[in-house]
């Protein structure tokens, strides 16, 4: 008898866990700049504060970084598998 297994491909699906929210933070690339902009959900007060910045300054570059919690879901979900896991604590 020969061992066999059975492979199936699950399609899954990614996107921003629902209870999360997409946070931005920037620098400026500017040399000697040292403008920094702390974490925040609100994405339209922090391009207000980067362009507010470049009124300021000048320094028209700066390096974003956007995060979100990612949540993987089978398409077809598994039997007792609640359909949206709690947002788990961050680290
Ligand atoms: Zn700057």
């Known amino acids: 008898m020969t061992p066999r297994s059975v ?3 699950v399609k899954h699906t990614i996107g921003t866990h629902p209870q999360s929210e997409i946070t931005v933070s920037a620098c400026c690339l500017t040399g000697g700049c040292s403008w920094t902009l702390t974490p925040t959900a609100d994405l339209r007060a922090a391009d207000l504060a980067a362009m ?3 009124g300021r300054t000048g320094h028209p ?3 974003r ?3 979100d919690v990612a949540l ?3 398409l077809e979900l598994n039997e007792g598998q609640a359909e949206i896991p709690p947002l788990p604590a961050p680290h």
């Open 7 to 9: 492979i199936r491909a």
């Open 52 to 54: 507010a910045h470049t």
């Open 61 to 63: 570059t700066f390096a």
């Open 65 to 67: 970084t956007f995060q």
């Open 72 to 74: 993987v879901r089978r």
